[in-house]
């Protein structure tokens, strides 16, 4: 048993103890215990696995504390603990697992500080301490550890201040100490997390302003900072152009709710409990009796206001009865200003029209058939859009997104843009028919589609229909044939920027078709953060472009990954703080992830090995390097030849010198972040099918055998 490599007893309803004999099993990479009825406490003998690469004993019964012993396993990736009953305080010894990439003990009762040694552990990345009852100030030493891209220390005791070291994380992705007792301000030095996109410190005693620099960060998608003592307003925001969810509720700040920018996205709920913040659309006026004292006038002022209007209007009745002679001829030019102006006050704006599915429309009779875009014609709404149905007079519905933006900056450029997308075709686009632009707002019109998003059909709370095996290979085939038609065929090439299921939309035979591609950049308000701005959605944005801010196509790549996780799950890629795509690399490192199969598949596919593939191919496109991913033609390629299957030649197998006695998985080297791989992708148009599968990874190439 000591040359065991992986010991798997998870999800097995195991009871008892947990054996410690297992300290004997010294050359075993992975400890796998999770998700069983286990209980007593931690062996300090599983110290002395000196080989351990992981160690799950999550989502057991686990009491006692955690041992230091654990501080011996030096070749440590993970360590997780989560939703078990442990206790005391988190051992110092724990910082010399000096590999540690990920360390989790959410949903426990350990008590205590936390450890100041932890900054030795320079290569962790997510830190989760949640949901305990740890105590006292969070330590500088905190921000020493310069790779995390995850810290969550919500849900405990925490006192003091947040420290301004945090700025410092530069990875940092997203920062959640909610529910704490942390007094102080918010940070300036915030503004120098550059990659970070979700920032919750709700539920504590934070005071002070919103510091400005918190409005500069470009990438941030997720701000809560609700039931704290907040004050001063929260103009500032409205530079955040990517912010989606924002709450601001029961603090005590105070002026004027933007409705512009980013703000028209917020309802008026983000704002409850601040008494003196006003808008017509909080339902409040910014002049009610809360504000009388502010816009208090004192007697002299309205002495001097009415004096002020009385000698403006003896002025006028001196001016009206002067006496004075008509013109002798009438000037046509005097009147013509005004006339222009009346007249251009009642012009509709115009209609653009790109296909002749719309031709012989104007403005007045899409307001006329929408009925000034009444909200029973609404179907749908975006992050940046509210979209519309509309029966044209041929018969032919059109979506009609009405964008949240106000005015683009550079018209000109922002029409350029338009025609160039209107001029795109291809079955698996979503063709732009028109477009209408005006200070009244501005109007795309699209093919409507009528299944709506893929979004819709997997996860909405009434599923029209079900998706069968087959369904979901087409919609993937056809998804990423319009990526490649963007990313390959277009002229200058067109990176997507937001690949997710609600811009994957389905026609009425559930033919896929690409939305949303080649204005998402034009949608940021200011053009001159394009360069550090973020697009896209929690759960789909490639890692690596929030932490540099460098887009390619690869960027679009990682996203349809995570789609085409979606489409082998049926799950969201991010529900009750579940990532899907870390739950699928631990699922793929157990060799479980078959586990994970839309039940709808399991019933309908008559080849689980075509399942497998797929999710060794989402696997692939999502690898943190973009250099690792396959290009958008090689993932058509693939899922081209299981839609429509040739006879394959059978790959031949290396001498038997060549080949390892303990050949290393795909899947470890991708979930340990470790190396280079070996596995990339050669672009090769002479490459047959049967040679791709095993340039995409030996996994897939065994499962053809």
């Not at 992975?30 to 069983?36: H, I, R, S, T």
């Not at 955690?66 to 051992?91: Q, R, V």
């Not at 026609?507 to 080649?518: M, S, T, V, W, Y």
């Not at 690869?554 to 991010?574: C, F, N």
């Amino acid at each position: 048993m000591q040359a065991l490599a992986v010991l798997d007893l998870s999800f097995n309803e195991l009871s008892g103890t947990i054996p410690s004999i297992l300290g004997n099993l010294t050359y075993t990479e992975k400890l796998y215990l999770q998700g069983n009825r286990l209980t007593g406490s931690i062996p300090p003998e599983l110290g002395n696995m000196s080989t351990l690469h992981y160690l799950e004993l999550n989502d057991n019964q686990l009491t006692g504390s955690i041992p230091p012993d654990l501080g011996k396993l030096t070749e440590l990736f993970d360590l997780n603990l989560a939703n078990n009953h442990l206790g005391g305080p988190i051992p110092e010894n724990i910082s010399s697992c000096i590999n540690l990439i990920s360390f989790n003990s959410y949903g426990n009762k350990l008590n205590g500080t936390i450890p100041r040694s932890f900054h030795k552990l320079e290569s962790l990345t997510y830190l989760n301490l949640s949901s305990n009852h740890l105590s006292g100030a969070i330590p500088n030493e905190v921000a020493r550890m310069r790779n995390l891209d995850t810290l969550d220390l919500s849900c405990n005791k925490m006192s003091g201040s947040i420290p301004s070291a945090f700025g410092k994380l530069e990875h940092l992705l997203r920062l959640n100490l909610s529910n704490n007792n942390l007094v102080g301000h918010i940070p300036a030095e915030f503004g120098n997390l550059r990659s970070i996109m979700e920032i919750d410190l709700s539920n504590n005693h934070l005071g002070g302003l919103i510091p400005k620099e918190v409005g500069m960060l470009q990438n941030l998608i997720l701000l809560r900072l609700e039931s704290n003592n907040i004050t001063g307003d929260v103009s500032s925001l409205t530079n955040c152009f990517s912010l989606n969810a924002l709450n601001v509720s029961f603090n005590n700040l105070a002026g004027i709710v933007p409705t512009d920018n980013n703000f028209s996205r917020f309802s008026p709920d983000s704002f409850l409990g601040n008494p003196g913040l006003c808008g017509y659309w909080l339902g409040s006026s910014c002049y009610s009796s809360s504000h009388a004292q502010r816009l208090s006038i004192s007697k002299a002022a309205i002495l001097g206001i009415a004096i002020g209007g009385l000698v403006i209007l003896l002025i006028i009745l001196v001016v009206a009865c002067w006496p004075h002679s008509p013109p002798a001829s009438k000037d046509v030019s005097v009147s013509k200003p005004d006339t222009f102006a009346s007249a251009s006050s009642i012009v509709p704006p115009k209609l653009v029209i790109l296909h002749m599915n719309m031709s012989l429309h104007g403005y007045d009779d899409i307001m006329r058939m929408t009925e000034n875009l009444s909200e029973k014609y609404i179907i749908g709404y975006g992050a940046s859009s509210t979209v519309y149905k509309c029966i044209l007079k041929n018969s032919k519905p059109v979506a009609i997104k009405k964008l949240y933006a106000h005015y683009p900056q550079s018209l000109k450029e922002f029409e350029t843009e338009l025609e160039t997308v209107g001029s795109i075709k291809h079955r698996n686009l979503v063709s732009l028919q028109g477009y209408s632009l005006s200070p009244a707002g501005n109007l795309l019109f699209y093919d409507y589609m009528e299944n709506g998003s893929l979004w819709d059909v997997l996860h909405g709370s009434s599923k029209k229909e079900k998706l069968d095996w087959k369904a979901r290979l087409r919609i993937a085939l056809g998804a990423a044939q319009g990526l490649a038609y963007l990313h390959h065929e277009c002229n200058p090439r067109i990176i997507h920027r937001d690949v997710k299921s609600k811009n994957i939309l389905l026609d009425k035979d559930n033919e896929a078709h690409i939305a949303d591609f080649g204005i998402a950049k034009s949608l940021c308000v200011s053009k001159t953060h394009t360069s550090t701005y973020v697009m896209g959605t929690i759960g789909y944005i490639d890692p690596e472009y929030a932490r540099t801010s460098r887009l390619n196509e690869k960027s679009d790549v990682y996203s349809y990954g995570i789609v085409l996780l979606e489409l082998l799950t049926g799950k969201k890629p991010v529900d009750d703080e579940c990532n899907l795509h870390h739950l699928m690399l631990t699922k793929a490192a157990d060799n479980t992830v078959m586990e994970m199969v839309d039940p709808e598949i399991s019933d309908t596919c008559k080849d689980l090995g075509e399942v497998k593939k797929v999710f060794q191919l989402a696997l692939l496109c999502s690898k943190r390097q973009p250099s690792d991913r396959p290009t958008m033609h090689e993932v058509v390629r693939v899922l081209d030849s299981l839609v429509s299957p040739d006879p394959l030649p059978k790959p031949a197998k290396p001498p038997a010198s060549q080949q390892s006695s303990t050949t290393p998985s795909y899947v470890s080297e991708y979930v340990s972040l470790r190396g280079g791989s070996s596995l990339s992708c050669a672009n090769s148009s002479s490459t047959s099918d049967a040679e791709l599968f095993m340039k995409f990874g030996e996994v897939i190439s065994r499962g053809t055998e």
